[in-house]
């Protein structure tokens, strides 16, 4: 069983997105899929078959002011509206709806990571957490903490899967694979520190002192899944992904031509699964013609 790990990063992921829709082009099918915040609906938008849709979320949608601005924050307390992006431009009937109908016939495995902002308790949400136009746990996985408020499920309010299982590799083996494609949004040493979130702890412990534990943990968690996806990448048995730089790139930064550059990296990190997957030689375009547009469903 081969798996898929997309860590998120805010607009980062677009580099993501870029991965998945080389694999579209490619008819590259995983069994399992896991997502973390915005690595969550890269996911959904493939298991969709929908190539192209995520990358206009990022270098489109997510410039105007409804979808992310300092306005939301001042009338909602989240710079993203959840609901907008989500719900609004991806139910049916929408801008650009979500073909939930090819998700749930996947044969493919969906989980999205998400942390009880209560209880700090990691939750891995499924398909069956979702039904048509109720993509809640998408927004669950993607709340980021101080910048979003907590986005409730079931009337339970959930933060970003990133302080939960920020790089879940060793869910994804535990849950059976033989081989793990890990994808994440900074080059592969990075190293996380536990400095840049102590100002966030101290915003977010006032209400959510169990979540300002998790976010604590965070950096630890990070470099521990990426060390653990080294190893197994030692061993032949995963495969690692990452941007070799991110251009000065944060989590929200906007930036139409770092945007793309991201994007086009991922498309072209992801012809090293063409060796990793053991497949065919390509006989039609080349990865670095591969432009947003329909494929097939997987």
């Not at 009880?116 to 039904?131: I, Q, R």
Request: with cysteine; glycine share 12%; aromatic share 10%.
């Amino acid at each position: 069983m081969t798996g898929v790990v997309d860590v998120g990063g805010g607009l980062r992921d677009i580099f993501g997105a870029g991965v998945f829709d080389y694999c579209l082009g490619r008819g590259i099918r995983f069994d399992y899929c896991i997502g973390v915040s915005a690595g969550s609906a890269n996911i959904a938008s493939y298991l969709g078959g929908q190539s192209g849709r995520n990358y206009k979320f990022y270098t489109e949608y997510a410039f105007r002011r409804r979808y992310m601005s300092l306005g939301n924050f001042i009338r909602t307390g989240s710079y993203i509206n959840m609901d907008y992006a989500y719900g609004e431009l991806s139910k049916k009937g929408g801008e650009s709806p979500l073909d939930f109908g090819r998700i749930k016939s996947s044969a493919s495995a969906m989980k999205v990571v998400a942390m009880n902002a209560l209880t700090g308790e990691t939750v891995y949400f499924d398909k069956s957490d979702m039904c048509q136009d109720d993509y809640s746990i998408l927004m669950a996985s993607s709340s980021i903490p101080v910048v979003c408020r907590p986005y409730s499920v079931r009337g339970v309010p959930y933060f970003d899967g990133g302080l939960a299982d920020p790089v879940p590799v060793r869910r994804a083996f535990g849950s059976g694979c033989d081989k793990v494609v890990v994808i994440l949004t900074k080059p592969r040493d990075f190293v996380r520190s536990q400095e840049s979130d102590l100002r966030l702890v101290r915003l977010l412990r006032r209400r959510y002192p169990k979540s300002a534990e998790q976010l604590l943990l965070r950096y630890k968690k990070y470099n521990d899944g990426v060390a653990l996806a080294k190893k197994c990448e030692e061993e032949g048995r995963a495969l690692i992904l990452a941007p070799e730089d991110t251009f000065g790139m944060r989590t929200l930064t906007k930036s139409r031509e770092t945007l793309d550059r991201m994007y086009r990296m991922g498309v072209g990190a992801a012809a090293a699964l063409d060796d990793f997957l053991g497949l065919p030689e390509r006989s039609g375009q080349a990865a670095a013609k591969i432009r947003p547009g329909p494929a097939a469903s997987v």
